[in-house]
């Protein structure tokens, strides 16, 4: 099994708790991983809500720029064609209605770890993506 696949059932082995294993901190785990760097070292351990997620990181607001910051801080490249092991911000439609997420290519469809389970969809949007060259 391959590290991409291997994380993703990790994810579903896991429950979403916030400042943990929510929906960016999963991301950071995988890219870890692959050898980089930790991109989100600054935000783990420091909210345990949406509430507090926003308030220490932003991401509810700009989570695109939350992610484009910690992607460049480990080297990762912004790409307007994401594939498979590539990273990003997405639009979503789950049960609770439209979100952004962060999430991780897996060619035409993404997965990303949502509060409920790990959702494996084609997302309404990719917001912006970046290149993962060791995946």
Same mark, same amino acid.
């Given at each position: 099994?391959?590290?991409?696949?291997?994380?993703?059932?990790?994810? $579903?082995?896991?429950?979403?708790?916030?400042?943990?294993?929510?929906? $960016?901190?999963?991301?950071?785990?995988?890219?870890?991983?692959?050898?980089?760097?930790?991109?989100?070292?600054?935000?783990?351990?420091?909210?345990?809500?949406?509430?507090?997620?926003?308030?220490?990181?932003?991401?509810?607001?700009?989570?695109?720029?939350? $992610?484009?910051?910690?992607?460049?801080?480990?080297?990762?490249?912004?790409?307007?064609?994401?594939?498979?092991?590539?990273?990003?911000?997405?639009?979503?439609?789950?049960?609770?209605?439209?979100?952004? $997420?962060?999430?991780?290519?897996?060619?035409?469809?993404?997965?990303?770890?949502?509060?409920?389970?790990?959702?494996?969809?084609?997302?309404?949007?990719?917001?912006?993506?970046?290149?993962?060259?060791?995946?």
């Amino acid at each position: 099994m391959d590290t991409l696949y291997a994380h993703l059932h990790r994810w $579903m082995a896991e429950p979403f708790v916030w400042g943990k294993s929510d929906c $960016m901190l999963v991301l950071a785990d995988y890219l870890i991983a692959l050898g980089y760097p930790d991109a989100a070292a600054k935000w783990r351990d420091q909210y345990d809500s949406a509430l507090s997620c926003q308030k220490v990181s932003g991401f509810l607001n700009d989570p695109a720029g939350v $992610m484009g910051e910690a992607a460049a801080s480990i080297g990762l490249e912004p790409t307007s064609g994401p594939d498979r092991g590539d990273v990003g911000v997405v639009r979503i439609r789950d049960q609770d209605g439209i979100k952004l $997420m962060g999430a991780v290519c897996l060619g035409k469809n993404w997965a990303l770890k949502g509060e409920y389970t790990v959702v494996i969809c084609k997302p309404l949007e990719i917001l912006a993506a970046w290149k993962v060259d060791r995946a």
